[in-house]
């Protein structure tokens, strides 16, 4: 599903942020990245669609991800950012739900319908029509969550899923998370949300995956929780 | 549901039948602003559009106290009282329209896509940077300075780079949904022959009470 | 200056409004052949920095504090066409939202700040760049981006009917002026930290003085020729007595001068002219601090 050989990453002129990263994930699995801040977790992440694209090789459902294939692995790959503010961009939760769906052509009344199955289905039937800005944290981390379900992805990447989420919040979006069918990978520092959400988890330090294993063991390997 | 498109073309002509008034006209004015009284009885909007009309009172008051100053009363009262009533038409308007209905009315209108599309990104982002200005504020409060130019300046640099990096952050938002370059068409408006009517009947209207008086 | 709905009359709205829709359209059709589609979350996002920037109190001088007004900022970053488009944008939402200018006046309105105000800007700052006064350029684009689109925007509402006196004219420049070196300082100080944060240095160099010359010159001159027209100082002669104040003022403090053979009579229409001149500058202020809030939405 996720095939990743020898990546390597940097800006011009600052220091390498991924120094040749290998990893492999199945359909269906769910992996925590973690690991310190600036590890390299999030750019890593970035080049699973092809956001950022470095040296090496990364191919996810059998795509190999390189400019022609872009729009083919963005269908497969969702991403929900860490700032939802910055991913709800357009003016009614509604249209943002319906964004990725007419990106990909589906007919306007077909997307606006499986949006609003997926609004419901994540609690948010009483904002269609809402600006996102009037949400709370809680609100709005769904409705970006909505925004990408939708689409109907095999991959889920999530960026700090539970930041600004209190505890029911966490819990709900656990308990969601775990309905979801797709591969996913989470981005998190919350070490009982991992626990909760993925099985197995792989370990950043400067760049590289330094271990992988049952997200228990390395949460206690390097003492993390 | 009204069309918008028909209230928006409403309010222009209510305007521009305002502006065609000669100065001092006095009369013609009180009979025209016979229409948006009555609307607000209608849809029984709230008496705080009055008050709110008031904020254009500061610039036409500087008009009116020249025309006062130079001894013509009825130019005075005139200015004042026109840009009153074109105030509370345009309040009125966007009570019962919304601000996004309007711009789409605009879009259909045949207002450049692209600008509305950017006017639709502002107002999305609007609050979310007010807020983050304040914040900016409050935390130099917080530290001891309030009034300073140095601060003044270094928040508004700050605020512009992370501007930037907002649209950056975005745009990525964008591209992981498959964003193209071509935002998605939206909904086509639904003219119904009530919206015929209604504007045609809102122009004979005009027209009738701007010829009489 | 943003000019409200119903003062401008007919003829004034027509052509200025037929004026600035080829404007938007043509640089609507510029800004998004130019710019990828990326821009447009970076032109919105850049439009309400600019409402944000304005809750910035920035001091200007004992008591008096300004805000950007943003349009030659934006012309310098992001380029004449799509600063039009952004500035446009910031209009609409400024008059639909905020009433904050007129509906129908926009026909005024985009052409004054989001044509004529960023343009003038853009060909000053590109002029002034070439010569290698990048710094001065920013300054003079912000000054002239607000003065020559107040000034247009005053020429509307005479033309529309509104009868001021030559010399309420010449008090209107001054103010204008004023605003628009408070607008060029402002837009140097943002740009400079911009600069900053971006990692380009520019090299620190005293504005402060230059500017303060330049003011005083400004005004001495607009309140010669405030004083050459009779009419207002008439008014104020009359209402004030400002003319003979100064005199005995002058004449107080300097006893032993041969005060015959001065000009008493410039001097003094001079003085009265600036006493008009702070009077106004005073009222205005006044008028702003006690003006409602706009409200938060």
Same mark, same amino acid.
């Given at each position: 599903?996720?095939?990743?050989?020898n990546?390597?990453?940097q800006?011009?002129?600052?220091p390498?942020?991924?120094?040749?990263?290998?990893?492999?994930?199945?359909?269906?699995?769910?992996?925590a990245?973690?690991g310190?801040?600036?590890?390299?977790?999030?750019?890593?992440?970035?080049?699973?669609?092809?956001?950022?694209?470095?040296?090496?090789?990364?191919?996810? $459902?059998?795509?190999?991800?390189e400019?022609?294939t872009?729009?083919?692995?963005?269908?497969?790959?969702?991403?929900?950012f860490?700032a939802?503010e910055?991913? %709800?961009?357009?003016?009614?939760?509604?249209?943002?739900?319906?964004?990725?769906? %007419?990106n990909?052509?589906?007919p306007?009344?077909?997307?606006?319908?499986r949006?609003?199955?997926?609004?419901?289905?994540l609690h948010?039937?009483?904002?269609f029509?809402?600006?996102?800005?009037h949400?709370?944290a809680?609100?709005?981390?769904?409705?970006a969550?909505?925004?990408?379900v939708?689409?109907?992805?095999?991959i889920?990447?999530?960026?700090?899923?539970?930041?600004?989420?209190d505890?029911?919040?966490?819990?709900?979006?656990?308990r969601?998370?775990?309905?979801?069918p797709?591969?996913? %990978?989470?981005?998190?520092?919350?070490?009982?949300?991992?626990?909760?959400? $993925?099985?197995?988890?792989?370990?950043?330090?400067?760049?590289?995956?330094?271990?992988?294993?049952?997200?228990?063991?390395?949460?206690?390997?390097f003492?993390w929780? | 549901?009204?069309?918008?498109?028909?209230?928006?073309?409403?309010?222009?002509?209510?305007?521009?039948?305002?502006?065609?008034?000669?100065v001092?006209h006095?009369?013609?004015?009180?009979?025209?602003?016979?229409?948006?009284?009555?609307?607000?009885l209608?849809?029984?909007?709230?008496a705080?559009?009055?008050?709110?009309?008031?904020y254009?009172?500061?610039?036409?008051f500087?008009?009116?106290a020249?025309a006062?100053?130079?001894?013509q009363?009825?130019?005075?009262?005139?200015?004042?009282?026109?840009?009153?009533?074109? @105030?509370?038409?345009?309040?009125l308007?966007?009570?019962?329209?919304?601000?996004?209905?309007?711009l789409?009315?605009?879009?259909r209108?045949?207002?450049?896509?692209?600008?509305i599309?950017?006017?639709?990104?502002?107002?999305?982002?609007?609050?979310?940077?007010?807020?983050?200005?304040?914040a900016?504020?409050?935390?130099?409060?917080?530290?001891?300075?309030a009034?300073?130019?140095?601060?003044?300046?270094?928040?508004?640099?700050?605020?512009?780079? #992370?501007?930037?990096?907002?649209?950056?952050? @975005?745009?990525?938002?964008m591209?992981? #949904?498959?964003?193209?370059?071509?935002?998605?068409?939206?909904e086509?408006?639904?003219?119904q022959?009530r919206?015929?009517?209604?504007?045609?009947?809102?122009?004979?209207?005009l027209?009738?009470?701007?010829?009489?008086? | 200056?943003?000019?409200?709905?119903g003062?401008?009359?007919? =003829?004034?709205?027509?052509?200025?409004?037929? *004026? !600035?829709?080829?404007?938007i359209?043509?640089?609507?059709?510029r800004?998004?052949?130019?710019?990828?589609a990326r821009?447009?979350?970076?032109?919105?996002?850049?439009?309400?920095?600019?409402?944000?920037?304005q809750?910035v109190?920035?001091p200007?001088?004992?008591g008096?504090?300004?805000?950007?007004?943003?349009?030659?900022?934006?012309?310098?970053?992001?380029?004449?066409? *799509?600063?039009?488009?952004?500035?446009?944008?910031?209009?609409?939402?400024? *008059?639909?939202?905020?009433?904050?200018?007129?509906?129908?006046?926009?026909?005024a309105?985009?052409?004054?700040?989001?044509?004529?105000?960023?343009?003038?800007?853009?060909?000053?700052?590109?002029?002034?760049?070439?010569?290698?006064?990048?710094?001065?350029?920013v300054?003079?684009?912000a000054?002239?981006?607000?003065?020559? !689109?107040?000034?247009?925007?005053?020429?509307?509402?005479v033309?529309?009917?509104?009868?001021?006196?030559p010399?309420?004219?010449?008090?209107?420049?001054?103010?204008f002026v004023?605003?628009?070196?408070?607008?060029?300082?402002?837009t140097?100080?943002?740009?400079?930290?911009?600069?900053?944060?971006?990692?380009?240095?520019?090299?620190?160099k005293?504005?402060?003085?230059?500017?303060?010359?330049? !003011?005083?010159?400004?005004?001495?001159?607009?309140?010669?020729?405030a004083?050459?027209?009779?009419?207002?100082l008439?008014?104020?002669?009359?209402k004030?007595?400002?003319a003979?104040?100064?005199r005995?003022?002058?004449?107080?403090?300097? =006893?032993?001068y041969?005060w015959?053979?001065?000009?008493?009579?410039?001097?003094?229409?001079?003085? *009265?002219?600036l006493?008009?001149l702070l009077?106004?500058?005073?009222?205005?202020?006044?008028?702003?601090r006690?003006? =409602?809030?706009q =409200?938060?939405?």
């Open positions: 599903m996720i095939r990743v050989e990546l390597r990453f800006y011009p002129d600052s390498p942020i991924l120094q040749g990263i290998h990893y492999t994930q199945a359909a269906g699995e769910a992996v990245l973690l310190p801040n600036g590890s390299g977790k999030t750019t890593f992440a970035l080049h699973l669609n092809g956001i950022l694209q470095g040296e090496g090789l990364v191919e996810v $459902c059998g795509i190999r991800v400019p022609g872009l729009e083919k692995v963005r269908q497969r790959v969702g991403f929900v860490q939802a910055n991913q %709800l961009f357009l003016p009614t939760v509604l249209e943002d739900t319906m964004f990725g769906l %007419l990909q052509g589906m306007r009344e077909e997307a606006e319908q949006a609003r199955a997926i609004l419901t289905r948010l039937e009483a904002y029509e809402r600006n996102p800005f949400l709370s809680g609100e709005k981390r769904r409705a969550l909505a925004g990408v939708v689409m109907e992805p095999d889920l990447i999530l960026d700090e899923p539970t930041t600004f989420l505890p029911p919040g966490i819990r709900d979006l656990a969601l998370l775990n309905e979801l797709m591969a996913k %990978l989470i981005i998190t520092h919350d070490a009982a949300f991992a626990e909760r959400t $993925c099985p197995e988890a792989v370990f950043f330090q400067a760049g590289q995956i330094v271990a992988r294993g049952a997200t228990a063991d390395l949460l206690d390997e003492d929780r | 549901m009204t069309d918008p498109r028909a209230s928006l073309l409403l309010l222009l002509a209510y305007l521009a039948a305002l502006a065609s008034v000669p001092g006095n009369v013609a004015l009180t009979g025209l602003c016979v229409l948006p009284l009555g609307l607000m209608y849809f029984r909007a709230p705080s559009l009055f008050a709110k009309a008031a254009v009172l500061p610039f036409s500087a008009l009116a020249v006062l100053l130079r001894g009363t009825a130019a005075a009262v005139f200015f004042l009282f026109r840009s009153y009533v074109s @105030i509370l038409a345009v309040l308007a966007t009570h019962l329209v919304s601000t996004l209905e309007l789409r009315a605009m879009e209108l045949g207002a450049p896509r692209f600008l599309l950017v006017t639709e990104f502002l107002l999305r982002y609007l609050d979310v940077l007010r807020q983050e200005a304040d900016m504020r409050l935390a130099a409060l917080c530290r001891g300075a009034h300073s130019r140095l601060v003044a300046a270094a928040s508004l640099g700050m605020l512009f780079v #992370r501007s930037l990096e907002r649209s950056t952050a @975005i745009h990525a938002a591209l992981a #949904r498959g964003f193209r370059g071509q935002f998605p068409r939206r086509a408006l639904r003219w022959w919206d015929s009517l209604l504007l045609a009947g809102g122009l004979v209207i027209f009738a009470i701007r010829l009489s008086l | 200056m943003h000019i409200p709905d003062i401008l009359s007919a =003829p004034v709205l027509a052509s200025f409004g037929a *004026a !600035s829709a080829a404007g359209a043509i640089s609507a059709r800004a998004e052949s130019l710019t990828e821009r447009i979350p970076l032109l919105g996002v850049l439009g309400a920095f600019v409402f944000a920037a809750m109190n920035f200007v001088g004992p008096a504090s300004g805000h950007l007004l943003g349009g030659a900022l934006l012309a310098v970053t992001l380029g004449p066409w *799509a600063a039009t488009i952004t500035m446009t944008a910031i209009l609409l939402v400024q *008059a639909l939202v905020f009433q904050d200018g007129g509906v129908l006046a926009l026909a309105n985009v052409f004054n700040m989001a044509l004529l105000g960023v343009w003038s800007a853009w060909w000053a700052y590109r002029g002034l760049e070439r010569l290698g006064q990048v710094r001065l350029g300054f003079v684009a000054f002239l981006s607000v003065t020559l !689109s107040a000034g247009l925007a005053l020429a509307q509402v033309v529309s009917g509104a009868e001021l006196s010399g309420l004219v010449f008090f209107c420049g001054g103010l004023v605003t628009g070196l408070i607008e060029g300082a402002i140097v100080a943002a740009w400079e930290a911009i600069a900053k944060l971006e990692g380009r240095s520019t090299e620190p005293r504005l402060l003085w230059p500017i303060l010359a330049a !003011s005083g010159v400004v005004m001495l001159v607009g309140v010669f020729f004083s050459q027209s009779p009419d207002v008439e008014v104020f002669n009359e004030t007595g400002a003979s104040r100064s005995e003022l002058f004449a107080g403090l300097l =006893p032993d041969e015959r053979t001065l000009p008493w009579e410039w001097l003094g229409k001079t003085m *009265a002219g006493v008009g009077l106004l500058y005073g009222v205005s202020m006044l008028l702003v006690l003006m =409602p809030k =409200p938060q939405e």
